[in-house]
């Protein structure tokens, strides 16, 4: 099935530092959410984008809906150790099927 | 709010087998939920999409002989792997949409299936 480009695909970075990553489309969605996968565990929801343009923050965490509504970015300011795990962005279709499309995932390690 | 449950977490059962999963809204209702199969490393594919009292539509390529789905009601939904096979070893996840006006999905927990 189709999936979302997201980048980069994994990373470590040091404890304190700030994550950046993207999400990207070749079409246009309506809904951006975030989630973040521990292992074993079903993903949990971080953020949620309604309208282009939107910029939203959760705690140390930051999200902004493209202006073109093909792309979503997602900050991570002043990593953790509990930061690691894998990130999923998701972008809601209601034409046709109602459903969400996920991205590839960006998987996160934090080195103390 | 909006947890949502399944289980069993886990199930080990042998090839030929069928296994049942459930999947619960526990404090708002479901219109509609959907069931992802996850392989290690991979992200998230939807087989199918379930709505309360209609058939499921399923994803391009999943057999609906083989993944059955029931949706009896706004807070349960059920996933019955016919036949298991090795193959099907995977994890599954259900989520579920919250029927107010925002267009957020919740995840279950997730349930190993191992099939020898």
């Known amino acids: 099935g189709q999936q979302l480009n997201q980048s980069p695909q994994s990373m470590f970075i040091q404890e304190g530092e700030d994550v950046s990553m993207n999400c990207t489309s070749s079409?246009?969605?309506?809904?951006w959410l975030w989630y973040k996968q521990d292992p074993g565990e079903g993903p949990v929801l971080l953020i949620a984008l309604y309208k282009a343009g939107e910029l939203t923050s959760n705690g140390r965490l930051t999200a902004q809906f493209g202006i073109t509504r093909k792309d979503s970015f997602l900050n991570i300011s002043a990593s953790i150790p509990s930061d690691v795990g894998i990130y999923f962005c998701a972008g809601l279709r209601t034409s046709g099927t109602y459903k969400y499309i996920f991205g590839t995932g960006t998987r996160l390690k934090v080195l103390a | 709010g909006a947890v949502v449950s399944q289980h069993p977490s886990w199930v080990i059962c042998k090839s030929g087998t069928s296994v049942k999963i459930e999947c619960r809204s526990l404090d708002f209702q479901a219109t509609t939920m959907f069931w992802y199969r996850q392989f290690p490393k991979q992200s998230l594919m939807l087989m199918a999409t379930?709505?309360?009292?209609?058939?499921?539509?399923?994803e391009q390529g999943v057999e609906k002989d083989k993944f059955l789905i029931n949706h009896a009601s706004l807070t349960l939904s059920t996933l019955t792997v016919t036949s298991a096979h090795p193959e099907d070893s995977s994890f599954y996840i259900c989520?579920?949409?919250?029927?107010?006006?925002?267009?957020?999905?919740?995840f279950g927990p997730g349930t190993r299936l191992t099939v020898l």
């Open positions: 989520s579920a949409r919250d029927g107010g006006l925002l267009n957020e999905q919740f």
């Open positions: 379930s709505n309360e009292g209609s058939k499921a539509t399923y």
């Open positions: 079409s246009i969605f309506n809904t």
